[in-house]
């Protein structure tokens, strides 16, 4: 049985980050340590009571394509209606139409609890989130006061409408046809892998899409977005007509079976009615928005159902009897065995050091929106912009392997699907697909973030991280041994930067061959310094009432300083000396 986080969650947002801090904005001025845990304690029954029985019940049955519509599996309509009724579909949007202020780390850390206990459910929310996000920064007054009320309640759906046949990740290609019809636009077109493109929950979808007007340069400059309603709405706000767009069917998937994966036609017949998003020709720019908060919210996924996975192992472990213990009785709980104590260890640590990573991240972005001090507004948004594609591609990555492990500290019993224990596995793999591959987002770090400060933002934070661990000073030793792992880690990353940067400057395809060991390297690095931080926290209050608590604290951040971290010295040596095997091998030679 699921059981949501939320001590863990609050020790990372109250102790770790300090976000009871953003209070002093005027935007965040209810904001409280207290209101967060109440904010927490809700989604976790939430989670807990109506999103875990949905998870094994959704992923047999599935989303079904019909004529009429897709229709869900059975009991999502009811959750999803509790759902919005909680108020969860406003959480963190503009207050001025309807949605409740609150930080990004906040609303990072209630996902979580949705991500672990059903995902197929959690992706719906997610992209209306971001589709939400994206008309209030681009969307016109119209626009807004048309559709942004009843996305941000729950009422209307939203989604992400990018890939077509032939332009996977490649947006350049993108063929769907604008054509202006007087002060509006009619799309025509096919797009594929659409995450709840169709479904019975709501009567309304505002897709956001991207296409090219007519007569638009060839490439992404062409590239423009359009808001397009599944059902047309009329001047008064009451639903008229169905536009001219149609699931013509649901992918047969590998995982997440309840979250319908459709392809779309728009324009059929007469061309399906859109309105123009912002300008013309910036739609890549705009989806970006979308993009980019739908990588941080993949990345928590990946690690949310890391989590489910440990939870699920660990009961395994804890009631399973074979073999014996050193001391010759038997049989025992397989958990007392060296070697699933490692598995079960290597998978805390790692999923506890992704939750810090991705809610580190969120938390920049709430800095760079609110602090008073604009320094430290503008050093938060690079830092935050530099994070995203380590927090979407190693979290997710990291994801994939705790749930792997899940199965295989089940033993056979994890290959069997009764025991739950692969439906994560499968439903995981498609976070380190979503929003661009892991490769997508290693050339994205070194390409853009890097490339474009020449690499100012890592080397800020890699010297703020040598600052935060030198200051520490703890009389544990276990404390002492993890600063000290985490000090080496860093010095690797720092010197692996150092030389990516001048590969990239003399031979720019040398460095595009580790972009993804680099994206890795980091993803470690910061994990550790944040574990070690943790460490130093818990030591200061293992004495306390909470004392198991902070224990394990210090003993997790141990394991992944002595077991993990040293993973990072191995990927720096691939940094600095493995690019030219690949860029000088011949394509015909593999």
């Not at 994939?400 to 025991?419: C, L, P, W």
Request: net charge neutral.
């Amino acid at each position: 049985m699921y059981r949501a986080p939320v001590r863990e969650v609050r020790f990372v947002l109250e102790e770790l980050l300090g976000a009871g801090s953003l209070a002093a904005s005027a935007e965040l001025a209810d904001y409280s340590d207290e209101l967060a845990r109440s904010v927490l304690e809700e989604a976790a029954r939430f989670a807990e009571g109506v999103l875990e029985p949905l998870n094994r019940p959704g992923d047999l049955h599935g989303a079904r394509w019909t004529p009429d519509g897709v229709v869900t599996a059975p009991g999502f309509r009811d959750a999803y209606r509790q759902f919005a009724a909680g108020g969860w579909t406003a959480l963190g949007a503009d207050p001025k139409f309807g949605g409740q202020p609150a930080p990004r780390a906040l609303v990072s850390a209630a996902g979580e609890f949705w991500g672990s206990a059903c995902l197929a459910f959690k992706l719906g929310p997610m992209l209306t989130h971001g589709a939400v996000h994206a008309l209030e920064l681009c969307g016109s007054a119209t626009q807004k006061e048309r559709y942004l009320p009843r996305m941000i309640s729950g009422e209307w759906t939203g989604t992400m409408v990018l890939t077509e046949p032939q332009a996977g990740s490649d947006l350049g290609l993108v063929r769907t046809r604008a054509v202006p019809d007087g002060d509006r636009y009619r799309l025509f077109g096919q797009k594929i892998f659409i995450t709840w493109g169709d479904h019975d929950l709501t009567p309304n979808t505002l897709h956001m899409v991207l296409a090219r007007i007519e007569g638009a340069p060839a490439g992404v400059r062409g590239i423009s977005l359009f808001v397009v309603p599944k059902v047309l709405v009329n001047p008064d706000g009451s639903l008229g007509a169905r536009n001219d767009v149609r699931c013509l069917s649901v992918e047969h998937k590998l995982g997440i079976h309840a979250s319908p994966t459709c392809v779309l036609a728009f324009g059929e017949k007469q061309g399906a009615l859109a309105d123009l998003v912002g300008e013309p020709g910036r739609g890549l720019e705009y989806m970006f928005i979308m993009m980019n908060s739908a990588r941080l919210s993949v990345g928590s996924e990946g690690y949310a159902v890391g989590e489910r996975a440990l939870q699920r192992a660990t009961e395994w472990a804890r009631t399973r009897l074979q073999g014996k213990a050193l001391s010759g009785a038997g049989p025992v709980p397989i958990i007392h065995h060296p070697d699933v104590k490692r598995m079960l260890l290597t998978m805390k640590s790692q999923t506890e050091a992704s939750r810090a990573l991705t809610l580190y991240a969120a938390f920049q972005f709430d800095l760079a929106a609110h602090s008073a001090d604009g320094k430290v507004r503008r050093t938060a948004q690079a830092r935050g912009e530099l994070l995203t594609p380590i927090v979407k591609g190693w979290c997710t990555e990291i994801g994939n392997e705790v749930a792997a492990t899940g199965v295989q500290v089940h033993g056979g019993m994890g290959y069997i699907e009764e025991t739950g224990a692969a439906q994560y596995v499968r439903d995981v793999r498609i976070t380190t697909i979503y929003e661009g591959t892991t490769g997508i987002q290693g050339n994205d770090l070194i390409g853009r973030k890097l490339g474009r400060d020449r690499g100012a933002a890592i080397g800020e934070l890699i010297a703020a991280m040598e600052r935060e661990l030198r200051s520490r000073e703890s009389g544990d030793p276990a404390v002492l041994g993890v600063r000290e792992a985490a000090l080496g880690a860093v010095a690797a990353l720092k010197s692996a930067t150092q030389a990516l940067l001048r590969t990239l400057a003399s031979r720019p395809e040398v460095g595009l061959a580790v972009s993804v060991p680099y994206l890795k390297l980091c993803g470690y690095v910061i994990g550790g310094w944040l574990l070690a931080k943790s460490a130093a926290i818990a030591a200061a209050k293992v004495d306390g009432p909470e004392s198991a608590f902070y224990a394990a604290k210090i003993r997790t951040a141990a394991f992944y300083a002595a077991q993990v971290l040293p993973t990072a010295a191995a990927l720096a040596r691939v940094v600095e000396g493995g690019g030219a095997s690949v860029a000088e091998t011949d394509a015909a030679l593999i």
